[in-house]
C-alpha cells in the first residue's frame, strides 16, 4: 500500500517561506559615519541592551571588523535554501545575518557561499549557529562571525524567510539595521536611531578622549563610588581597628568619574 506524504510536511507560501526584495535602507553616510567607533561605545549609548549573545564570535581573525546594513535570513535549523538566495538578494556593502537558532546539528553556510557571496561584494556574515570548512573560509580573508564549526552540511529544501524580522543572539535584527562587530563584540543599531546615536556618539567622542587621557597621567577620582555607596547605605567593617580617617579626593573634575560610571570602568 502506498504511503502518502504527511501533511504536515508540506511548506507554505507566506509566512515562513517568503522573500522582501525592497525595505527601508540607511543612508551610506550614516554608515561610513559609524564605522569610527567601536562596539562598546555603541553598546554604552544603546544602554547596553542591543548586544548579541557573545559566543558568536569572529571565527575569521580579529583585524575582521564588519559595519553595513543588514540583510536578515532566517533558515529552518539545518537547511540553507535561504542563504544562497540572499546571495542574489542582499546589496553590496550588506552584512548578511542568519538566524539559525542557534542549532548545533547542521552548519548552514561554507567556503563555497562565502566565495559567493566574495564576488558579490558582501561585507559578510553574521550566523547564530554553526558554519563549514573554515580552513576555506580563512584563505579567503573573508568575515565571519558565528558560535562554531562542524562538518556536517546543511539541507537545501526551506524553509526560510529574507529580509523579515529575526532574532540573532537574543537581539531582535530588522532589514535595514546597521550591524557592527569586531573582535569586541557584535551590536545591532536599529535604523529609526541610528541618526540620533551617531549624533550623541560624536558628542561624546572628545569627552571620552580627555577621560581616558586623564586616567593613563593617573588623574582619576573614585569619589562616585563613594556617592553611590553613601546613598546605598554601605557599612564599611574596620575590624578592631579605629576608623582611619579617609584621604582627601584627588582634585579631578567630577564630570569624569560620572563618565567613567557611565562607560563602566
Excluded at 41 to 48: E, P, Q
Aim: aromatic letters at 6%.
Amino acid at each position: 500500500m502506498a504511503s502518502n506524504q504527511p501533511r504536515s510536511a508540506e511548506i507554505h507560501p507566506g509566512p515562513g517561506f517568503r522573500v522582501r526584495l525592497e525595505h527601508p535602507r540607511p543612508a551610506p553616510s550614516l554608515v561610513r559615519a559609524l564605522r569610527a567607533f567601536d562596539t562598546p561605545d555603541i553598546s554604552d549609548l544603546l544602554n547596553r541592551l542591543y548586544s548579541v549573545d557573545a559566543r558568536i564570535s569572529c571565527l575569521t581573525g580579529d583585524h575582521h571588523r564588519l559595519c553595513g546594513p543588514v540583510c536578515t535570513v532566517k533558515v529552518f535549523p539545518g537547511d540553507n535554501l535561504m542563504v544562497h538566495k540572499a546571495l542574489d538578494v542582499a546589496q553590496p556593502g550588506d552584512v548578511v545575518v542568519v538566524d539559525a537558532r542557534g542549532s548545533s546539528m547542521n552548519a548552514v553556510l561554507g567556503d563555497i557561499i562565502c566565495t559567493k557571496a566574495r564576488h558579490r561584494a558582501i561585507g559578510g556574515f553574521i550566523v547564530d549557529g554553526l558554519i563549514r570548512d573554515l580552513p576555506g573560509i580563512l584563505k579567503l580573508d573573508f568575515p565571519v562571525f558565528a558560535r562554531g564549526t562542524t562538518p556536517v552540511g546543511p539541507l537545501h529544501r526551506g524553509p526560510g524567510e529574507i529580509n523579515y524580522p529575526i532574532a540573532c543572539g537574543g537581539t531582535v535584527v530588522n532589514a535595514g539595521d546597521i550591524v557592527v562587530a569586531d573582535a569586541a563584540g557584535i551590536v545591532v543599531v536599529p535604523l529609526d536611531i541610528a541618526e540620533e546615536l551617531l549624533e550623541r556618539l560624536e558628542r561624546h567622542a572628545s569627552t571620552n578622549a580627555s577621560y581616558l587621557a586623564a586616567v593613563e597621567r593617573g588623574e582619576f577620582s573614585n569619589q562616585w563610588v563613594d556617592r553611590l555607596l553613601s546613598e546605598h547605605g554601605c557599612p564599611y567593617d574596620h575590624g578592631d581597628e579605629a576608623a582611619v580617617e579617609a584621604s582627601p579626593e584627588l582634585d579631578v573634575p567630577v564630570a569624569w568619574g560620572e563618565l567613567a560610571q557611565a562607560k563602566g570602568f
